[in-house]
């Protein structure tokens, strides 16, 4: 994540002046490469208390980091639009990058907003307009209004979006932040300059958590921070909650306890579940799975993200793979609207027996 490859920046057609001086944290202790001190209390969210508080302290995306200094170093901070997976530093860097511009009064001169909450028109041409429109007496410069979750705004919020935009660009700047950068209509996308955030990778997020583990006394096993990689996927906003969630609850932060805590599957179980899936029939492997399946209270959802990952592992042929992985999605597609779990969990297991079935005729094959 740290290297130009990983994190993506397209500009477009918004790079506009800003007067405002920049007022960076310069020289703020930090500790172990980035690591920003707790500024909240005792009893906050971690996500919060170990938030990075400037660009400085940010562990990732160091292409995108470099970008954004210089264009407020030039004062030439365009519009922007962040995208990619949660939890990978995207409200984190507007924000440093709010603090670096305004310094300590930049919570005045910003406007937040969270589109999932406020997704309609009103918002845009209220709220928005509001504060862009407002004037600005003891200070100079832009003002900057973030738009967080800005792809679950309606097509039509977007579009009297763009207006204001265009009204308000001598005063104002605007961050859209979003997961889906398809979802945003391309007259927006034109007039933001794009940063891709990419998920972090295991060597970015480990340094961190083991801050926290030792700023907050927490007893963690190898195990423990295996299972909060394994189920962060490269989100840190996902691993240090379920690291605070497993604190809260258990003495130790082990394996067992973090896999409890979120209610995923033990990996054993996956293990299980698999090795009946590639040995055992029909009728028999049904019975197990569903057996394991209720005694362990797992849901089916959690069993089909965790076996994709165990087929990559697997040596079937690329043709049969391709078609497992296939049949895995429309297996979980069906889910997500609602059939049942044993009809979903039949279809599981048939999967995996015209996989093998497969298998075996290709290596049949490859025989003759």
């Known amino acids: 994540m740290g290297s130009p490859t990983d994190d993506d920046v397209e500009m477009g057609d918004s790079f506009l002046d800003s007067s405002q001086e920049s007022q960076g944290d310069k020289g703020k202790e930090k500790e172990g490469g980035g690591k920003v001190k707790a500024v909240a209390s005792k009893d906050s969210i971690w996500v919060e208390k170990y938030r990075p508080s400037s660009l400085d302290d940010i562990i990732s995306h160091k292409h995108i980091l470099s970008t954004l200094d210089s264009l407020i170093n030039q004062k030439k901070l365009p519009h922007m639009l962040f995208y990619g997976p949660p939890g990978t530093g995207k409200t984190s860097t507007i924000l440093a990058v709010a603090r670096n511009l305004f310094g300590p009064k930049f919570r005045s001169l910003i406007l937040e907003l969270n589109a999932s909450d406020d997704?309609?028109?009103?918002?845009?041409?209220?709220?928005?307009?509001?504060?862009?429109?407002?004037?600005?007496?003891?200070?100079?410069?832009?003002?900057?209004?973030?738009?967080?979750?800005?792809?679950?705004?309606?097509?039509?919020a977007q579009a009297a979006l763009r207006r204001?935009?265009?009204?308000?660009?001598?005063?104002?700047?605007?961050?859209?932040?979003?997961?889906?950068?398809?979802?945003?209509?391309?007259?927006?996308?034109?007039?933001?300059?794009?940063?891709?955030?990419?998920?972090?990778?295991?060597?970015?997020?480990?340094?961190?958590?083991?801050?926290?583990?030792r700023e907050e006394k927490v007893e963690i096993t190898d195990g423990g921070m295996e299972g909060l990689l394994r189920l962060?996927?490269?989100?840190?906003?996902?691993?240090?909650?379920?690291?605070?969630?497993?604190?809260?609850?258990?003495?130790?932060?082990?394996?067992?306890a973090v896999y409890k805590c979120t209610g995923n599957p033990l990996p054993e179980i996956i293990r299980r579940i698999v090795e009946i899936l590639l040995n055992e029939e029909f009728?028999?492997?049904?019975?197990?799975?569903?057996?394991?399946?209720?005694?362990?209270?797992?849901?089916?959802?959690?069993?089909?993200?965790?076996?994709?990952?165990?087929?990559?592992?697997?040596s079937f042929p690329p043709k049969v793979r391709m078609k497992l992985y296939d049949s895995l999605a429309t297996i979980e597609h069906r889910q997500s609207v609602g059939t049942t779990e044993h009809l979903q969990l039949a279809a599981l297991v048939a999967a995996f027996q015209h996989a093998r079935e497969e298998t075996e005729v290709f290596l049949a094959m490859k025989e003759d």
């Open 119 to 156: 997704r309609g028109i009103d918002v845009v041409r209220e709220k928005i307009k509001s504060f862009a429109g407002t004037r600005k007496i003891f200070s100079s410069g832009v003002k900057l209004i973030i738009l967080d979750e800005a792809d679950s705004m309606t097509k039509d």
């Open 283 to 314: 009728s028999g492997a049904y019975q197990e799975i569903l057996a394991i399946k209720t005694g362990a209270g797992i849901a089916l959802t959690d069993i089909l993200s965790e076996v994709f990952f165990y087929v990559q592992t697997l």
């Open 232 to 256: 962060g996927q490269g989100d840190m906003r996902k691993c240090v909650n379920i690291l605070q969630a497993t604190h809260m609850a258990y003495s130790k932060v082990d394996e067992e």
């Open 164 to 213: 204001v935009i265009e009204k308000y660009t001598k005063s104002t700047r605007f961050c859209l932040i979003c997961n889906y950068v398809n979802k945003i209509i391309p007259a927006i996308q034109s007039r933001c300059t794009k940063f891709r955030f990419a998920p972090l990778k295991q060597e970015q997020i480990v340094p961190r958590l083991n801050y926290i583990v």
